[in-house]
């Protein structure tokens, strides 16, 4: 429906998923979120029952916390589920 704007993650918990090709092929899935929601995020992923399904097929996930230091540029933390 137009203007309804709703939005879902893929499986319930990834927000992008990202592709490489070549000689080593890698799928990573990735949830992207403020530092502070790290742990919150990881437990939701952890309690999800589609979880080991994204694992077993060989899907990388992984959870980015970004935060903005004292002199104003952003940081990235990755934790690899």
């Known amino acids: 429906m137009p203007g309804l704007n709703r939005r879902r993650d893929l499986f319930g918990f990834l927000d992008l998923l990202a592709i490489r090709a070549g000689p080593s092929p890698r799928i990573v899935g990735v949830q992207v979120t403020a530092a502070g929601d790290v ?6 992923i ?3 029952p ?4 994204v ?3 060989g899907i990388v996930i992984w959870v980015d916390g970004w935060r903005k ?9 990755r934790w690899v589920l």
Do not use: I, M, P
């Open 50 to 53: 589609l979880f080991e399904v």
């Open 69 to 77: 230091n004292a002199n104003g540029r952003w940081t990235l933390s």
């Open 46 to 48: 952890l309690a999800s």
């Open 39 to 44: 742990a919150r995020r990881r437990a939701k």
């Open 55 to 57: 694992l077993d097929s």
